[in-house]
């Protein structure tokens, strides 16, 4: 009955659904967005205490089924139903979100979340453990990435209740959790751009546990984004590009990228590489529609790409000492100190 495909493991414990509803504190004039709602275990729950329940689901069936749930209840005109892929739906204002998640948009909602203008109060959020315990990762962890970052920075994570598998039906592969995000706000909301902080995120995680030089210079992907950046920012504030073409035979990319691989400072341990980003960021580059100037080839490049190999390395090497460091061990302040280097330097990531 139940389409795994869609991530569709409804709870079937009461005293669950109940808890994950207690969480989220709702106050009696809350918009609660529900994703996922399925046959409307959390729905019903979420309907007693709020003024409103905006649900998206993607399954027609169940989108049917929760509306049937509650039809002929005081609750049936405080829930509206909207049907489609919550990560493509435009969201109308809310202040609470709660889901148990399907488990496949687990990244995607949360950087939907994280990245909206005006972000919930609050989010209840079930996902798979491991994915719980990416968010709240931190530096050195074997599960620290792009996400735990990006998530600790735009708000506070807590973990809320562990649920074991045999709480949903079908019980899914793994163990669960819910946790709670809590946007920052006011004073403590970071007053940097989302893109450019990301930005800067997506090249130093493309390979965690290589240097960040290694990132930053040893891949003809990354050098031509920042160059394009770069000639953005100069076109953008007038300032003249070098074309001339120059000699030169090395080919400093492959030199860069064997010289700082694996010259090894984990004290031999090896971290798993999961929660690298390089082929979907490489994809996404190359996706991006903008052709990279010709610069590729070994003996023609451009005095502009060597002015921003020159950059990268100005920033890395000299103003944040932070080339021989791996993005896996770096801290917030690490990478707000590379983002304001970056921006000193001329280059921008959005
Ligand atoms: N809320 C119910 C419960 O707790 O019993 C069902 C949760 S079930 C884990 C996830 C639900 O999300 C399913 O009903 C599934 O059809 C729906 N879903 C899957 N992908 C979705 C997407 N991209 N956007 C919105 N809903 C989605």
Not at 7 to 15: A, D, F
Not at 98 to 125: D, E
Not at 158 to 173: A, C, D, E, S
């Amino acid at each position: 009955k139940f389409n795994t495909n869609f991530g569709q493991h409804i709870l079937k414990n009461p005293g669950v659904s109940d808890a994950i509803v207690e969480k989220a504190y709702l106050k009696p004039t809350d918009t609660v967005l529900e994703v996922g709602p399925g046959t409307g275990n959390l729905t019903v729950r979420i309907l007693e205490r709020a003024r409103k329940c905006i649900c998206v689901e993607l399954d027609p069936r169940m989108a049917a089924e929760v509306t049937k749930r509650v039809q002929g209840t005081p609750e049936q005109k405080k829930l509206e139903v909207m049907l489609g892929d919550v990560i493509k739906t435009e969201l109308p204002a809310f202040d609470v979100c709660i889901s148990n998640t399907p488990y496949q948009i687990s990244s995607p909602l949360v950087f939907k979340l994280l990245a909206m203008p005006n972000p919930p109060r609050t989010s209840i959020l079930m996902f798979q453990r491991e994915f719980a315990l990416r968010l709240t990762a931190r530096p050195g962890d074997s599960l620290y990435c792009r996400l735990s970052v990006n998530a600790q920075f735009w708000a506070k994570i807590t973990h809320v209740m562990k649920v074991g598998k045999n709480n949903f039906r079908p019980p899914p592969q793994v163990e669960s959790s819910v946790v709670r995000i809590e946007p920052k706000t006011g004073r403590d909301r970071p007053s940097i751009s989302w893109d450019e902080w990301d930005g800067v995120l997506r090249v130093c995680f493309v390979r965690k546990n290589k240097t960040l030089r290694a990132n930053w210079l040893g891949t003809k992907e990354v050098l031509a984004m920042v160059e394009r950046n770069y000639r953005t920012w100069c076109a953008m504030n007038g300032v003249p590009i070098d074309e001339t073409i120059v000699e030169d035979g090395a080919d400093e990319d492959m030199e860069v990228d064997n010289n700082n691989d694996d010259d090894d400072d984990d004290g031999g341990m090896e971290v798993d590489d999961e929660g690298d980003e390089a082929p979907e960021f490489f994809k996404e580059i190359q996706n991006s529609g903008v052709t990279a100037p010709k610069t590729k080839s070994r003996k023609k490049k451009t005095r502009v790409a060597e002015l921003v190999r020159e950059k990268i390395r100005r920033v890395l090497e000299d103003v944040t000492e932070l080339a021989d460091k791996r993005a896996g061990k770096c801290d917030e302040n690490d990478f707000l100190r590379l983002l304001q280097a970056f921006n000193d330097e001329g280059i921008h990531f959005s």
